[in-house]
């Protein structure tokens, strides 16, 4: 989930700009052009304009952000001691932005809780005591906007809250917050936080509902045309995924693609059973840079499942075994799932060919059971199949060891589940048949007849084995 939110913030340009400060601009532009012009003499002509300015707390603040903004946190730290010396509020935003450059948020903190004290109507200094304590406790620092409420409701307050929350990655609280907002007077950057949030929490349509809200302004925008195409994706909306999928490619704004977008592509046009042009998405998408050996071998996989869609089994077993050997750690089904593969593609083939492909899924089963002993029974089971695919008349009787010793093993269990009755029953029925045609052992047969009919009492092939048992 973590590596998701990333992409999709790197994606949709998610970020926080600070509302502009209010200012002479006469002065304060002066200052900063002295300050880019870096002349001798820059610091004496400015502090000449503060001490013409020295009762303006609006002007000596502009002079300190000007010198935050240039990087010169010692300037700007001085200028805004200067000014709290007035009581002037704004001047404690730069002493927390100076804190929190540095790091300090407890510092910082302090410094916009002083900024309230003195200014208690100025939003900013609310909305930067939320940022830097979210780190703390996201709670508080939502409550901290309610007071922000009561001296200015004519604020956005909900947003607001929305948007620190989704910063601290509460994203079910931001959800909440950002539902009591409206919608149609949020900040862009806010309608992202709820349309991510959304989708973070799996809420895949109300997401999208939110990012065709966003289109009906944007429909340029290619972060919400990505986030309509993912979504619609998710919900197997495949057509309408496509339609939005063209929309990114082809008719955004300065959109940027990543093997993500590729990969979703390939999943919309396989849902969509463009098995052809998926498999040209997922090539396209390990053209891409990947920041894990994983997330490439999440695609290849995406790949080889693609080449099985048009049955083209040689390719889809060459790629899954490239999955295999650059995934960093393949689970017991990634394995089982290539013996299916295996068996799959044995079923298109005849002669030497055919069970070469079960041999090897053979092996594969085999291998599983020997890695964890919590496969065996999926093991047994699968090597019996692939043993009556190999011995389909049981002449040579390559599936008998392997469904009688599951056969005895699901028996001794005290309680069986749907999946142990029914290879139970897969099992016996092979058994008895097997004992009674190729080995001419009818009390072998009628043994497990017998076990078959405890628990499929309407076996009509048990029920004949145990007439024949009885007349002999």
Known sequence: ???????????????????????????VETVKALIKSNTPDAEKQIKSIYKKNKKNGEVIVG?????????????????????????????????????????????AARMYDQAIYFD????????????????????????????????????????????????????????????????SKMEERDVRSFAMAYYLTGKHQPSLEVAEF????????????????????????????????????????????????YSYYGNALNGAKKHDEAIAAYKKAL??????????????????????????????????????????????????????????YAGTLE????????????????????????AKEYSLFWRARVGTMMDPEAAQGLAQPFYEELFNIIAEKAEKDKSDVARMKESGNFLMVYYLKIKDDTAKSGEFAQKVIEIDPENETAKQIMELFKKD
Request: no cysteine; hydrophobic share 40%.
């Open 1 to 27: 989930m973590k590596t998701l939110k990333y992409l999709f913030i790197g994606a949709l340009s998610l970020s926080f700009s600070a509302p502009a400060m209010a200012q002479d601009e006469s002065p």
């Open 63 to 107: 002079i300190a952000r000007a010198y935050y903004e240039a990087k010169d946190t010692a300037n700007a730290h001085l200028y805004a001691d200067y000014a709290t010396k007035l009581n002037y509020g704004p001047a404690y935003i730069v002493l927390g932005d100076i804190a929190a450059l540095s790091d300090d948020g407890g510092a």
């Open 120 to 183: 208690p109507k100025n939003p900013d200094a609310y909305y930067k005591y939320a940022s830097v304590y979210r780190k703390v406790s996201p709670k508080v620092a939502a409550d901290k906007l309610e007071d922000l409420r009561v001296q200015r409701p004519d604020l956005p307050v909900d947003a607001l809250k929305g948007r620190i929350l989704y910063l601290a990655n509460e994203f079910d609280s931001a959800i909440e917050a950002f539902k009591k907002a409206d919608l």
């Open 214 to 261: 966003a289109l009906q302004k944007s429909p340029r925008d290619a972060g919400f045309n990505r986030l309509a195409f993912f979504t619609n994706t998710d919900l197997k909306n495949f057509e309408k995924a496509l339609e939005y999928a063209d929309r990114l490619f082809n008719k955004s704004d300065s959109a940027k693609f990543t093997y993500f977008d």
């Open 287 to 344: 053209e891409q840079e990947f920041d894990s050996n994983d997330k490439r071998a999440g695609v290849i996989k995406q790949l080889a499942d693609a080449y099985k869609g048009v049955d083209d089994y040689a390719n889809a077993v060459n790629y899954y075994d490239q999955f295999l050997k650059e995934v960093s750690h393949a689970t017991l089904t990634d394995y089982a799932d290539l013996g299916r593969l295996y068996v799959q």
């Open 351 to 374: 002669g030497d060919a055919k069970m070469e492909k079960l041999q090897k899924a053979d092996q594969i089963y085999a291998d599983l059971a020997a890695k964890n002993a919590d």
